[in-house]
């Protein structure tokens, strides 16, 4: 695994997410009740950015990102789209902290 640093860990807020460039690849960061989550920063529907929808545990307890647009919902730890109207997923990544640095493994 290549692991590189995308964000210090002071810059990211609980439920809200942050677009980061990883080895020239848009990735949205979240963080939600103490986990990190990195995945495809655009939605596949319609290329909104993920990283401006609300995150939060959803009434099922997956993590997940609504898009900002049309509200499909991406589970943040497979990517997959779990409702309409994205069908297809988003990319995840691994993620670790590094000292104060969340780092993202895009390989």
């Not at 900002?68 to 902290?97: C, E, I, M, N």
Request: proline share 7%.
């Amino acid at each position: 695994m290549a692991f590189v640093k995308a964000l210090p860990k002071s810059e990211l807020q609980p439920g809200q997410g942050r677009c980061v460039k990883v080895n020239d690849k848009a990735i949205a960061l979240f963080l939600i009740e103490g986990e990190y989550y990195a995945i495809d920063e655009l939605c596949t529907h319609a290329d909104a950015s993920l990283a401006d929808g609300p995150a939060y545990k959803d009434e099922k307890g997956r993590c997940v990102v609504e898009c900002p647009w049309h509200g499909a919902q991406f589970d943040l730890k497979t990517g997959a789209a779990v409702t309409l109207p994205a069908v297809t997923p988003v990319k995840s990544y691994p993620v670790r902290l590094e000292g104060d640095a969340i780092e993202v493994d895009v390989s």
